[in-house]
C-alpha cells in the first residue's frame, strides 16, 4: 500500500461492516484512496456498493477496524462532522430537495473552503453545468433525472470536498447525459479531487477511474487496476 | 374548539345581515390568527424534528402564565401599548428558551426512537408540565390584564368588534409575514425547508442537525409562547388550557399537511370561519364539525391540503410490535394455569378492596391487551383506544338506561357498540399508515368525546349517567369478581387465539412490510380495518364490564388521558411481548391505587415514569424479565 509513500492515502477503509438494522449487507471490505485518484467499486446490484459509501459517510450503522479520512478517525464521527472534513457523499437516489429552488439547493450544501483552493460558488459551478444557471429560480422538483443528478453533484461541490463518494451517478440517465456526466467527474478529478464512484456501469466507470474494487455479496474479491480487472472480465468471457 | 368568546351577534338580532356576516367573518379571522400562532410552531417543530409534540400546547400554557406573571409589573412602569408588547415579546423569549432546554435535555435522546415512544415521551411532558403549573401558580384560573390602548370596541356597520381582536388578526398576519421570511429568504429558513424534507442528506451536505433542530425548537415554542401570552387579555390562563389548544393546533396542522407553513395558514383560516359560521347553524356541534372537516380532508387527502405524502420509511428502528411471537408451549401453558389458579382462588384471602382493584385490573388488562393486540401485531398505533372503551361503556349504560336491557344483553351490546365504532372509525384510519394514522385515530376519539360532552340529551353530558348496576345475581362483589375474570380471560384467549391464525401472521407481514403484503395478494387495508373491528370488540366488552364494575360512565373514559392510559400499560409491560399488556395494566393500576391517595403530584409521577420508561428501559417490565431469566424466554406466558 506503500506504492506512493509522497502522496498518502485521504482515504483509508479498512474492516469495515455496515448492517441495515439487525442484518449485516457489508463484510470487512477494505480499500484506500489517494488526493486525485479514482475508484470504481463495481459490482452487481445488492453487491453492497451503495451501502459501503452510506457507512463510510455515517447514514447507517457500522463497524470497522478502521475508518480514517484526512488523517482523523471517523468512526464515531457524526455525518455532518464526516462532511465538513471534506467528504462529499452524492446519493444514488440524488435527493433534491424538491421543494427548494436549484439555488436554494446549492445553498443548502454550501460549507466554508478549506485549505487554499478556490471556494466553489453557484457561478463556477453554472460554467459547468450550463443547464442548470438556466433554471436556478426553478422548483427543484420540476427538473429531468439527468438535471437532478448535475444539481445533486453540484451540490456537494459547494461544500468544496476534497474527495466525493458518487453513488452510480449514471444511473437511469441517458447515453448523452451520460457523457456530460463523465466530463464534470474528470473535471473534478482534474481540480485534485479524490473520487469513489459505486457504479454497475463498467464502461462508464472504465472511462473515470483507474482502480476498480469489485464487491461480491458484500465482500471485497478484487482490487486492483480498471484494466486488469477489464481483462479478467474478457478471458473469463 | 372553543367558540369565539367574543359573542358580540348574540347581542343584536341574529339574522344573516351584511354586518353580522362581517363581524362573525372578523371573528372567524380572529379565531384563525390564533390558531396560525400556534399550530405554525407545532408544524415547523414536527417538519424538522419528525417528532408530534404533545408538549407543544404545554408551551402555549406555560407562555399564558409567564404573561400573565411579567404584564403585571411591565404595565406598573408605564400603563403603555410598548409595554404590552414588550411583555408579549419577552413571554415568547422565555418559552422559546424552555423549547430549548426541552429539545437539549429531552428530545435530542429520542430522534432515532419509534413514533409511538416519541409521542409517549412528549406526552409524559404534558403530564409533567400540568402538575408544575399547578404547584407554581396555583389551581385556579389568573385573569391577564387587558391591554392598554386595545380596550373597547370599534364599529363594523353598527355592530361593536373587539378592538383587542383586531390586534390578533394583526398579530396573526404580522407572524405569518415572519415566517415567511425566514423560511423563504434566510439560509436557516433554507436548511429547515431542505431538513423537513429530508434531514438525513441535510447532514451529510455537513449541516448539523443538532443545532438546527435546537432552532426549530426555539421558533417552534416561542410561537407557541407568543399564542398564550396574545390570549390572556381575552381568557385567563388556567392549567387546563394545554389540552384545549393541542388538539386546535393538531387539528390545523394535520389539516393544512404536517409541516407545511402555509398550509397550516390556510387550515386555521378554514377553521376559523367553520367555528365562527358553524356556531350560528349548529352552536352544540362546533367540536365535531371541526374534527369532521379534518376526517374528511384526510380521506380524501391523507397528507393534508398542502403537506407532501409521507416519505417510505427509510430510517431503520427497532420493530414497536411483538416480535418473536412463537406459538404456546407446554410450559406457558402451565404458567397461564398456575396464574389463573391463583386469580380464581383469591377472593378466598382477599378482601372486598383488593376484589374491587382486581376487577379493574381484568378490565384495563383486557383493554390494553386489545390494543396491544393493534399496534403489536397490526403496528397501528392508536392514540384513541379510549373511544372503543368509552363507547362500549355507553353502549352498557344506554342500554340499560334507555333501553331498559337488563345486564346481560347490555354487555352483549357492548362489545357490540365497540366493534361498529371501531369498523366506522378504522374504515378511515386503516386507509393511512404512520404518524398521519396516529393522528387521525386521535382526532376520531376526539368526535366521541366531543359527543358525550356535547349530546347532553343522550349521553347526559358532563355528568355521565349513573345508576348502571349489575344484574340481581351479579350484584355480589365475589360474584361480578369472577364474571369479569371469566369474561377478561375469555376475550383474551380469543385474541390470542387470532394472534396465532391465518389472519394474525397476516397482519404482522402487514405490519411488518405493507408493500410486500400487497404484492403476495393480501388486502393490507381489509386486514386493518378487521384489526380495529377485532380490537373495538375487545375495548367495548371491557368498557360494558367497567361501567357495571363502577356503576357510573362519565366522558372522561372516551378522553385522551384514558388513551394515554392504555399506552402507558403497554409502555410498563413492554410493547414487544404478547403478555406486556397484562403485566403493564396490573402494574399500572395497582401503582395508581397505592400511590394515589398519597401525593397530589399523580401526573407528575406518571408523566416522569413513561419518560423515565422509554429512555431507560423502553422494553418494559417483561422486556426486562426475559432479559435477565432468559430460561423465561421461551417458556414464559405467550
Given at each position: 500500500?506503500t506504492?506512493?509513500?509522497?502522496?498518502?492515502p485521504?482515504?483509508?477503509?479498512s474492516?469495515?461492516?455496515?448492517?441495515?438494522?439487525?442484518?449485516?449487507?457489508?463484510?470487512?471490505v477494505?480499500?484506500?484512496?489517494?488526493?486525485?485518484?479514482a475508484?470504481?467499486?463495481?459490482g452487481?446490484?445488492?453487491?453492497?456498493k451503495?451501502?459501503?459509501?452510506?457507512?463510510i459517510?455515517?447514514?447507517?450503522?457500522?463497524?470497522?477496524a478502521?475508518?480514517?479520512?484526512?488523517?482523523?478517525?471517523?468512526?464515531?464521527?457524526?455525518?455532518?462532522?464526516?462532511?465538513?472534513?471534506?467528504?462529499?457523499?452524492?446519493?444514488?437516489e440524488?435527493?433534491?430537495?424538491?421543494?427548494l429552488?436549484?439555488?436554494?439547493?446549492?445553498?443548502?450544501g454550501?460549507l466554508?473552503v478549506?485549505?487554499?483552493?478556490?471556494?466553489?460558488?453557484?457561478?463556477?459551478?453554472?460554467?459547468?453545468?450550463?443547464n442548470?444557471?438556466?433554471?436556478?429560480?426553478?422548483?427543484?422538483?420540476?427538473m429531468?433525472?439527468?438535471?437532478?443528478?448535475?444539481?445533486?453533484?453540484?451540490?456537494?461541490?459547494?461544500?468544496?470536498?476534497?474527495?466525493?463518494?458518487?453513488?452510480?451517478?449514471?444511473?437511469?440517465?441517458?447515453?448523452?447525459?451520460?457523457?456530460?456526466?463523465?466530463?464534470?467527474i474528470?473535471?473534478?478529478?482534474?481540480?485534485g479531487?479524490?473520487?469513489?464512484?459505486?457504479?454497475?456501469?463498467?464502461?462508464?466507470?472504465?472511462?473515470?477511474?483507474?482502480?476498480?474494487?469489485?464487491?461480491?455479496?458484500?465482500?471485497?474479491?478484487?482490487d486492483?487496476?480498471?484494466?486488469?480487472l477489464?481483462?479478467?472480465?474478457?478471458?473469463?468471457? | 374548539?372553543?367558540?369565539p368568546?367574543?359573542?358580540?351577534?348574540?347581542?343584536v338580532?341574529?339574522?344573516?345581515?351584511?354586518?353580522?356576516?362581517?363581524t362573525?367573518?372578523?371573528?372567524g379571522?380572529?379565531?384563525?390568527?390564533?390558531?396560525?400562532?400556534v399550530?405554525?410552531?407545532?408544524?415547523?417543530?414536527?417538519?424538522?424534528?419528525?417528532?408530534?409534540n404533545?408538549?407543544?400546547?404545554?408551551?402555549?400554557?406555560?407562555?399564558?402564565?409567564?404573561a400573565v406573571?411579567?404584564?403585571?409589573?411591565?404595565?406598573?412602569v408605564?400603563?403603555?401599548?410598548?409595554?404590552?408588547l414588550?411583555?408579549?415579546?419577552?413571554?415568547?423569549l422565555?418559552?422559546?428558551?424552555?423549547?430549548v432546554?426541552?429539545?437539549?435535555l429531552?428530545?435530542?435522546?429520542?430522534?432515532r426512537s419509534?413514533?409511538?415512544?416519541?409521542?409517549?415521551?412528549?406526552?409524559?411532558l404534558?403530564?409533567?408540565?400540568?402538575?408544575?403549573?399547578?404547584?407554581?401558580?396555583?389551581?385556579?384560573?389568573?385573569?391577564?390584564?387587558?391591554?392598554?390602548?386595545?380596550?373597547?370596541?370599534?364599529?363594523?356597520?353598527?355592530?361593536p368588534?373587539?378592538?383587542?381582536?383586531?390586534?390578533?388578526?394583526?398579530?396573526?398576519?404580522a407572524v405569518?409575514?415572519?415566517?415567511?421570511?425566514?423560511?423563504?429568504?434566510?439560509?436557516?429558513?433554507?436548511?429547515?425547508?431542505?431538513?423537513?424534507?429530508?434531514?438525513?442528506?441535510?447532514?451529510?451536505?455537513?449541516?448539523?442537525?443538532?443545532?438546527?433542530?435546537?432552532?426549530?425548537?426555539?421558533?417552534?415554542?416561542?410561537?407557541?409562547?407568543?399564542?398564550?401570552?396574545?390570549?390572556?387579555?381575552?381568557?385567563?390562563?388556567?392549567?387546563?388550557?394545554?389540552?384545549?389548544?393541542?388538539?386546535?393546533?393538531?387539528v390545523?396542522?394535520?389539516?393544512?399537511?404536517?409541516?407545511?407553513?402555509?398550509g397550516?395558514?390556510?387550515?386555521?383560516?378554514?377553521?376559523?370561519?367553520?367555528?365562527?359560521?358553524?356556531?350560528?347553524?349548529?352552536?352544540?356541534?362546533?367540536?365535531v364539525?371541526?374534527?369532521?372537516?379534518?376526517?374528511?380532508?384526510?380521506?380524501?387527502?391523507?397528507?393534508?391540503?398542502?403537506?407532501?405524502?409521507?416519505?417510505?420509511?427509510?430510517?431503520?428502528?427497532?420493530?414497536?410490535?411483538?416480535?418473536?411471537?412463537?406459538?404456546?408451549?407446554?410450559?406457558?401453558?402451565?404458567?397461564i394455569?398456575?396464574?389463573?389458579?391463583?386469580?380464581?382462588?383469591?377472593?378466598?384471602?382477599?378482601?372486598?378492596?383488593?376484589?374491587?382493584?382486581?376487577?379493574?385490573?381484568?378490565?384495563?388488562?383486557?383493554?390494553?391487551?386489545?390494543?396491544?393486540f393493534?399496534?403489536?401485531?397490526?403496528?397501528?398505533?392508536?392514540?384513541?383506544?379510549?373511544?372503543?372503551?368509552?363507547?362500549?361503556?355507553?353502549?352498557?349504560?344506554?342500554?340499560?338506561?334507555?333501553?331498559?336491557?337488563g345486564?346481560?344483553p347490555?354487555l352483549?351490546?357492548?362489545?357490540?357498540?365497540?366493534?361498529?365504532?371501531?369498523?366506522?372509525?378504522?374504515?378511515?384510519?386503516?386507509?393511512?399508515?404512520?404518524?398521519?394514522?396516529?393522528?387521525?385515530?386521535?382526532?376520531?376519539?376526539?368526535?366521541?368525546?366531543?359527543a358525550?360532552?356535547?349530546?347532553?340529551?343522550?349521553?347526559?353530558?358532563?355528568?355521565?349517567?349513573?345508576?348502571?348496576w349489575?344484574?340481581?345475581?351479579?350484584?355480589?362483589?365475589?360474584?361480578?369478581?369472577?364474571?369479569?375474570l371469566?369474561?377478561?380471560?375469555?376475550?383474551?384467549?380469543v385474541?390470542?387465539?387470532?394472534?396465532?391464525?391465518?389472519?394474525?401472521?397476516?397482519?404482522?407481514?402487514?405490519?411488518?412490510?405493507?408493500?410486500?403484503?400487497?404484492?403476495?395478494?393480501?388486502?393490507?387495508?381489509?386486514?386493518?380495518?378487521?384489526?380495529?373491528?377485532?380490537?373495538?370488540?375487545?375495548?367495548?366488552?371491557?368498557?360494558?364490564?367497567?361501567?357495571?364494575?363502577?356503576?357510573?360512565?362519565?366522558?372522561?373514559?372516551?378522553?385522551?388521558?384514558?388513551?394515554?392510559?392504555?399506552?402507558?400499560?403497554?409502555?410498563?409491560?413492554?410493547l414487544?411481548?404478547?403478555?406486556?399488556?397484562?403485566?403493564?395494566?396490573a402494574?399500572?393500576?395497582?401503582?395508581?391505587?397505592?400511590?394515589?391517595p398519597?401525593t397530589?403530584?399523580?401526573?407528575?409521577?406518571?408523566?416522569?415514569?413513561?419518560?423515565?420508561?422509554?429512555l431507560?428501559?423502553?422494553?418494559?417490565?417483561?422486556?426486562g424479565?426475559?432479559?435477565?431469566?432468559?430460561?423465561?424466554a421461551?417458556?414464559g406466558?405467550?
Amino acid at each position: 500500500m506503500t506504492r506512493d509513500a509522497e502522496n498518502p492515502p485521504i482515504l483509508e477503509v479498512s474492516g469495515l461492516d455496515a448492517f441495515y438494522g439487525p442484518a449485516q449487507a457489508v463484510f470487512g471490505v477494505s480499500f484506500t484512496v489517494r488526493p486525485g485518484e479514482a475508484v470504481a467499486l463495481v459490482g452487481r446490484n445488492g453487491a453492497g456498493k451503495s451501502t459501503t459509501l452510506k457507512a463510510i459517510i455515517g447514514l447507517i450503522e457500522r463497524q470497522a477496524a478502521g475508518l480514517i479520512f484526512s488523517g482523523h478517525d471517523i468512526r464515531a464521527m457524526p455525518t455532518h462532522a464526516v462532511a465538513r472534513l471534506g467528504l462529499g457523499y452524492v446519493p444514488e437516489e440524488r435527493r433534491i430537495f424538491t421543494d427548494l429552488t436549484v439555488a436554494e439547493n446549492l445553498e443548502v450544501g454550501r460549507l466554508p473552503v478549506r485549505g487554499g483552493r478556490d471556494a466553489w460558488t453557484p457561478a463556477r459551478l453554472y460554467e459547468i453545468f450550463p443547464n442548470l444557471a438556466m433554471m436556478a429560480g426553478r422548483s427543484a422538483g420540476r427538473m429531468s433525472g439527468g438535471e437532478q443528478q448535475m444539481l445533486a453533484i453540484a451540490r456537494t461541490l459547494m461544500g468544496n470536498p476534497d474527495a466525493v463518494l458518487l453513488d452510480e451517478p449514471s444511473e437511469g440517465l441517458s447515453p448523452l447525459i451520460v457523457e456530460q456526466m463523465a466530463v464534470a467527474i474528470q473535471r473534478m478529478q482534474q481540480d485534485g479531487l479524490a473520487i469513489v464512484l459505486s457504479e454497475q456501469n463498467v464502461a462508464f466507470a472504465a472511462e473515470i477511474a483507474t482502480r476498480a474494487v469489485l464487491l461480491e455479496s458484500g465482500v471485497v474479491t478484487f482490487d486492483g487496476p480498471m484494466a486488469d480487472l477489464l481483462q479478467r472480465d474478457h478471458d473469463a468471457g | 374548539m372553543s367558540p369565539p368568546r367574543n359573542a358580540a351577534f348574540t347581542q343584536v338580532h341574529p339574522t344573516m345581515s351584511l354586518a353580522f356576516v362581517l363581524t362573525q367573518f372578523l371573528n372567524g379571522l380572529a379565531g384563525a390568527a390564533s390558531l396560525f400562532i400556534v399550530a405554525s410552531g407545532l408544524t415547523i417543530v414536527f417538519g424538522v424534528t419528525r417528532i408530534v409534540n404533545f408538549a407543544h400546547g404545554s408551551l402555549y400554557m406555560l407562555g399564558a402564565y409567564v404573561a400573565v406573571t411579567l404584564m403585571a409589573p411591565l404595565l406598573d412602569v408605564s400603563r403603555s401599548l410598548p409595554m404590552f408588547l414588550l411583555g408579549l415579546v419577552v413571554a415568547a423569549l422565555v418559552t422559546g428558551l424552555l423549547g430549548v432546554a426541552m429539545e437539549m435535555l429531552l428530545l435530542r435522546r429520542i430522534y432515532r426512537s419509534p413514533e409511538l415512544l416519541q409521542l409517549l415521551v412528549t406526552f409524559g411532558l404534558v403530564l409533567v408540565v400540568q402538575d408544575l403549573v399547578i404547584r407554581v401558580w396555583g389551581p385556579l384560573e389568573i385573569l391577564g390584564p387587558r391591554a392598554p390602548g386595545l380596550k373597547g370596541a370599534i364599529s363594523v356597520l353598527g355592530t361593536p368588534f373587539p378592538t383587542y381582536d383586531l390586534f390578533v388578526i394583526a398579530m396573526g398576519l404580522a407572524v405569518f409575514c415572519g415566517v415567511w421570511l425566514l423560511l423563504f429568504r434566510t439560509r436557516f429558513g433554507v436548511l429547515v425547508r431542505a431538513a423537513t424534507q429530508d434531514r438525513d442528506m441535510v447532514a451529510a451536505l455537513g449541516v448539523n442537525q443538532a443545532r438546527l433542530f435546537t432552532g426549530a425548537l426555539f421558533l417552534g415554542a416561542a410561537l407557541a409562547g407568543l399564542g398564550g401570552a396574545l390570549q390572556i387579555p381575552r381568557a385567563a390562563a388556567s392549567p387546563q388550557m394545554d389540552i384545549a389548544v393541542l388538539t386546535d393546533a393538531f387539528v390545523v396542522t394535520v389539516i393544512g399537511g404536517m409541516g407545511s407553513v402555509p398550509g397550516a395558514a390556510l387550515a386555521a383560516l378554514l377553521i376559523g370561519q367553520l367555528n365562527a359560521f358553524g356556531i350560528v347553524v349548529a352552536p352544540k356541534s362546533t367540536l365535531v364539525l371541526v374534527f369532521l372537516l379534518m376526517a374528511v380532508v384526510l380521506v380524501v387527502r391523507p397528507q393534508g391540503l398542502l403537506g407532501r405524502p409521507e416519505p417510505l420509511a427509510l430510517r431503520v428502528v427497532m420493530p414497536e410490535g411483538f416480535i418473536g411471537l412463537a406459538p404456546m408451549t407446554a410450559r406457558g401453558r402451565q404458567v397461564i394455569a398456575g396464574v389463573l389458579a391463583v386469580l380464581v382462588a383469591l377472593p378466598l384471602v382477599a378482601d372486598a378492596y383488593t376484589l374491587k382493584v382486581a376487577i379493574e385490573v381484568y378490565v384495563l388488562a383486557l383493554a390494553a391487551f386489545a390494543l396491544a393486540f393493534l399496534i403489536g401485531n397490526g403496528g397501528l398505533v392508536s392514540f384513541g383506544h379510549a373511544a372503543y372503551f368509552g363507547i362500549g361503556a355507553y353502549g352498557a349504560g344506554l342500554a340499560v338506561k334507555k333501553l331498559g336491557l337488563g345486564m346481560e344483553p347490555a354487555l352483549v351490546l357492548a362489545p357490540l357498540a365497540g366493534a361498529l365504532a371501531a369498523a366506522a372509525f378504522g374504515f378511515f384510519i386503516a386507509r393511512l399508515s404512520g404518524i398521519y394514522l396516529a393522528m387521525l385515530t386521535l382526532a376520531v376519539a376526539q368526535i366521541a368525546y366531543a359527543a358525550g360532552v356535547q349530546w347532553v340529551d343522550v349521553t347526559g353530558g358532563d355528568n355521565g349517567i349513573v345508576g348502571v348496576w349489575p344484574a340481581r345475581w351479579a350484584a355480589n362483589r365475589v360474584v361480578y369478581y369472577y364474571l369479569t375474570l371469566a369474561l377478561s380471560a375469555a376475550g383474551i384467549a380469543v385474541l390470542t387465539c387470532v394472534l396465532h391464525a391465518p389472519f394474525g401472521y397476516a397482519l404482522r407481514a402487514a405490519r411488518d412490510s405493507a408493500v410486500r403484503a400487497d404484492a403476495i395478494g393480501l388486502d393490507v387495508v381489509a386486514l386493518r380495518r378487521l384489526a380495529f373491528v377485532v380490537a373495538g370488540a375487545a375495548a367495548g366488552l371491557a368498557g360494558g364490564l367497567y361501567a357495571f364494575s363502577k356503576g357510573s360512565i362519565d366522558p372522561t373514559l372516551l378522553a385522551i388521558p384514558q388513551s394515554v392510559d392504555f399506552l402507558a400499560m403497554l409502555l410498563m409491560g413492554g410493547l414487544q411481548h404478547v403478555a406486556g399488556a397484562l403485566v403493564g395494566a396490573a402494574a399500572l393500576h395497582v401503582l395508581r391505587d397505592f400511590v394515589l391517595p398519597l401525593t397530589d403530584m399523580w401526573r407528575m409521577l406518571l408523566g416522569a415514569l413513561i419518560i423515565g420508561i422509554v429512555l431507560v428501559a423502553p422494553q418494559g417490565i417483561v422486556g426486562g424479565v426475559l432479559r435477565w431469566a432468559p430460561r423465561f424466554a421461551r417458556g414464559g406466558p405467550s
